[in-house]
């Protein structure tokens, strides 16, 4: 099974994140939504360590913007990720 971590209290870039996927990406319709505290790991996977497991807006991985010093953000960030995945967004 797929697993979305985000962050506690997620802001709408999170959120937006999160339904990307499970909205589009047929691997991650039925994932589970999993909230750390911001710089903290789930279940101590590294963040993108593991296919079945997914940071969005958190973490510092693929899908988080936070780390990053252009003008971006998590959703479109997760956008691109499914567009490069070849799933159709429409």
Not at 16 to 34: D, G, N, R
Not at 51 to 66: A, E, S
Request: overall charge negative; aromatic content about 10%.
């Amino acid at each position: 099974m797929k697993t979305i971590v985000t962050h506690f209290n997620p802001d709408l870039d999170a959120v937006c994140s999160v339904w990307l996927l499970k909205k589009f990406h047929p691997e991650y319709v039925h994932a589970e939504v999993q909230f750390v505290p911001v710089e903290i790991k789930w279940r101590e996977i590294d963040v993108d360590s593991n296919p079945n497991v997914l940071y969005v807006d958190t973490g510092f991985g693929v899908l988080d913007h936070h780390q990053v010093n252009s003008n971006t953000c998590a959703a479109k960030l997760t956008l691109e990720f499914l567009k490069k995945a070849g799933v159709e967004v429409d």
